[in-house]
Every structure is written in C-alpha cells, then in structure tokens.
C-alpha cells in the first residue's frame, strides 16, 4: 500500500522559513517523481514543485520560485520542501504527491504564515 | 499556463441521478488528464488517468471521457458517499494546472 507522511507543518511568521518532509512508503520511491501541491482555505488546488525521479531536475511555479526549494534523500524515502520568505499568501496545506500524475496523496501539512 | 476551466462550479442532484462534469484546456493536452474526489478534511483520492482509465478499486459507476481540450466526469447513479468535491488536473505542461472545482451536493 502507497503511503505519504508529511511532516514539518506549523505556524511561521512573514518572512520566516520552514522545512517540510514526507516520508514515502509502499513504492519503489528512488523510481518516482514526486510532487507537492497545497491548498489554500476553503479554496482549489496548486501544484507547487515537482522533482524528477533522479533528482536532476526541478520545476517551480511562479508563485514560488525562488523561495522555495523541493530536494529528495532517496536513501531515506524522504521528499523536503524548504520555505524561505514566506508570506501570508502561502497559508495553506501541503500535501506530498506521487509522480507527475499526481497519483496519490498524503494526509497533508498544514501551514500558517501569520505575525 | 494552461487554463483548466471546470464547469459547472456546484451541482445538486440526488441519489440515484447520473451527473456529469466538464473540464476545458486552453490548449490540446492529449489525454494527459486525471479527475480526483475529495471530501471535507481529507486529501484528494485520484479516481481517473489518462483521461478514461479507472483507478484500481474505484467503482465502476465512474467514468472519463476525452481528449486534447474536453473531457468529462460521468457519476452513474449517484450514491450517499459520492456527495463531495470534483477537480480535474493537467500533467502535460508544466506549470501543472487544476480545475477550479466542481462541489456536488444532495438535492
């Protein structure tokens, strides 16, 4: 069975930084993708950062690029996602995601950016 | 960035009722395309991929159909626990876009 298991999640003020990770499990983790994706309040969905199976390539959307940073330990089964200058805009639930079909889900991380 | 427009936004309808659901690309996404459920406070579940395929372990009274710029979500005959919400996703251009939602309520 495919499990995800963020971790990290919490409350940060403007401009602070946090580290978010999620331990795979059920899979041949190092032959993946892997995706994040978060959703703000009562909103929709946004695909936030992929990263290829061999870790040489990386990709961002606009809202975040720049300040966030998405890297895998494929020795530990382990996706980060590291959040620096964060803005309120940001509040939102990170959920880890599996291959670029986004297949499956984790429980999510909830994350709040507020002074 | 690919638009994913998803129609209609809300729906009501009833047990036993057959639903369907559209997303529309800004561009051609061959059949790069999966439908997802979620209910309140828990993660999306992937239900279709590829466009048509059914994901293993979910009824078969779901079903995808489409290519390129439309493509729909049928529900047949509706039941108690498929009152939730609706989104499609791209996977053919980054960035990866989703659908705005489509939240499918008891009449």
């Known amino acids: 069975e495919v499990q995800l298991l963020e971790s990290g999640g919490g409350l940060v003020q403007p401009g602070g930084s946090l580290r978010l990770s999620c331990v795979a499990s059920g899979f041949y983790f190092r032959d993946s993708a892997m995706t994040w994706v978060r959703q703000t309040p009562g909103k929709g969905l946004d695909w936030v950062s992929l990263i290829s199976s061999d870790g040489a390539s990386t990709f961002y959307a606009d809202s975040v690029k720049g300040r966030f940073t998405i890297s895998r330990d494929d020795s530990k089964d382990t996706l980060y996602l590291h959040m620096n200058s964060l803005r309120a805009e940001d509040t939102a639930v990170y959920y880890c995601t599996r291959d670029i079909e986004v297949s499956y889900w984790g429980q999510g991380a909830p994350v709040t950016v507020s002074p | 960035d690919i638009q994913m427009t998803q129609s209609p936004s809300s729906l009501s309808a009833s047990v036993g009722d057959r639903v369907t659901i559209t997303c529309r690309a800004s561009q051609g996404i061959r059949n790069d395309l999966g439908w997802y459920q979620q209910k309140p406070g828990k993660a999306p579940k992937r239900l279709i991929h590829?466009?048509?395929i059914l994901q293993s372990g979910v009824p078969s009274r779901f079903s995808g159909s489409g290519s390129g710029t439309e493509f729909t979500l049928t529900i047949n005959s509706l039941q108690p626990e498929d009152f939730a919400t609706y989104y499609c996703?791209?996977?053919?251009?980054?960035?990866?876009?989703f659908g705005q939602g489509t939240k499918l309520e008891i009449k």
């Open positions: 590829a466009a048509s």
């Open positions: 996703l791209q996977h053919n251009t980054y960035p990866l876009t």
